[in-house]
């Protein structure tokens, strides 16, 4: 019965990532691993999903229960003419409380430097929810 909740709840993620998506920027394929630019200390983060839309950029990640916005930076680059942006684990999540589905965390092109409209692609691996 877990298992059929954590897929339901993967689907609903991905569906409100596709309403989001609807006539708005495009996510492209994930960047080759050799093209993403290391900002600093943290580890690239995997996503169980991610969306662009009205000039925002919104991320589904995996979380022990601790993990806030503040624990992930998201770096944008240049590759082939086409922004990217990649979101890196900056703080860690040592809770023992995992958190179905994961949290959402967003922020707008304004945050990020980009100007409204920029078609963007994601650059993070993805991951399956856990539990």
């Known amino acids: 019965m877990g298992m059929a ?3 339901i709840r993967a689907l ?5 990532a596709g309403s989001l998506l609807s006539g708005c920027a ?3 394929s994930l960047l ?8 600093g200390p943290g580890t690239l983060e995997p ?3 991610a969306a662009v839309a009205r000039d925002q950029a919104v991320f589904w990640v995996s979380s022990n229960g601790c993990t806030t916005r503040d624990d992930l930076t998201p770096v944008v680059s240049q590759y082939r003419g086409a922004s990217t942006i990649t979101l890196w684990r900056t703080g860690e999540d040592a809770c023992d409380q995992p958190v179905p589905g994961g949290v959402e965390v ?3 092109f ?3 430097g980009l100007p409204p409209g920029t ?10 929810p856990r539990g």
């Open 26 to 28: 495009v996510i492209q």
């Open 12 to 16: 609903a993620a991905l569906a409100a």
């Open 110 to 112: 304004e945050e990020m």
């Open 5 to 7: 909740r954590s897929g």
């Open 106 to 108: 967003r922020w707008t």
């Open 47 to 49: 996503v169980q999903a």
């Open 32 to 39: 080759p691993a050799a093209e993403v630019q290391v900002p």
């Open 119 to 128: 078609p963007v692609r994601v650059g993070n691996p993805s991951q399956l």
